[in-house]
């Protein structure tokens, strides 16, 4: 199973982006997916994590500016950013709980590769 994330870049503080993140491989289905984020000599932290029904719980700090969403058919989930701080600039990390292919019932947790994300002031 792989995750690749796609969509970072340089924008404006105040500008937009939009993350993309999609898995691939042996897949049942998938649980939770998420973002995470990180900084240089940081831990990486939370930003939203999206359960199969869409219900969705945001870190602090990026309530009411970004919007996850997901698409069960296409494996993937999304990261809709608005209103970007210079303090939204990190590598964003996609997070996905995979039920494996197979029928074992066994759900592995796999990391996408992180797309940077710079905003300046």
């Known amino acids: 199973v792989q995750l690749q994330a796609s969509g970072g870049g340089l924008v404006q503080s105040g500008g937009s982006l939009r993350l993309s993140c999609t898995a691939s491989g042996s897949i049942f289905t998938i649980n939770n997916m998420a973002w995470y984020r990180q900084t240089p000599g940081q831990e990486r932290e939370l930003v939203a994590v999206?359960?199969?029904?869409?219900?969705?719980n945001y870190a602090e700090s990026v309530k009411g500016r970004f919007t996850a969403s997901r698409d069960n058919a296409k494996k993937t989930v999304y990261l809709q950013m608005n209103r970007l701080k210079p303090e939204d600039t990190a590598v964003y990390y996609c997070?996905?709980?995979?039920?494996?292919?197979?029928?074992?019932?066994?759900?592995?947790?796999?990391w996408g590769q992180g797309t940077l994300v710079t905003v300046s002031s």
């Open positions: 999206i359960d199969r029904g869409s219900n969705v």
């Open positions: 997070k996905a709980w995979v039920v494996v292919g197979g029928g074992s019932g066994v759900v592995n947790i796999y």
